[in-house]
Nanobody, 117 residues
């Protein structure tokens, strides 16, 4: 079993920054990818960024140039640095971990980011 816990959400003014963290614990294989998703009120969950096993990161167009994903060397913690936040970035942010061998995926419970105008 794997547990994911997101943290770092909060209320910020437009143009501000936040750094989210996603800490994984449990039985973790190093062959994994992690991703950030978000779900705004009344909208479907959408992919924000995916970081693959080879440390390649792909960003959604709406956040490219503003958000940056990083991971620790142990590959158990992922960060999302969010700069120049906009009201439309308001959402619950979730992290997901996917294991290439078992094909299993795990989700955190999310952290709320609110950007005021």
């Amino acid at each position: 079993q794997v547990q994911l816990v997101e943290s770092g959400g909060g209320l910020v003014q437009a143009g501000g920054s936040l750094r989210l963290s996603c800490a994984a614990s449990g039985s973790i294989s190093s062959a994994n990818s992690m991703a950030w998703y978000r779900q705004a009120p009344g909208k479907q969950r959408e992919l924000v960024a995916t970081n693959t096993n080879g440390d390649n990161t792909v960003y959604a167009g709406s956040v490219k140039g503003r958000f940056t994903v990083s991971r620790d060397n142990a590959r158990t913690t992922m960060y999302l640095q969010m700069n120049n936040l906009k009201p439309e970035d308001t959402a619950v942010y979730y992290c997901k971990m996917f294991f290439y061998v078992s094909r299993l995926e795990y989700w955190g419970k999310g952290t709320l980011v609110t950007v005021s105008s």
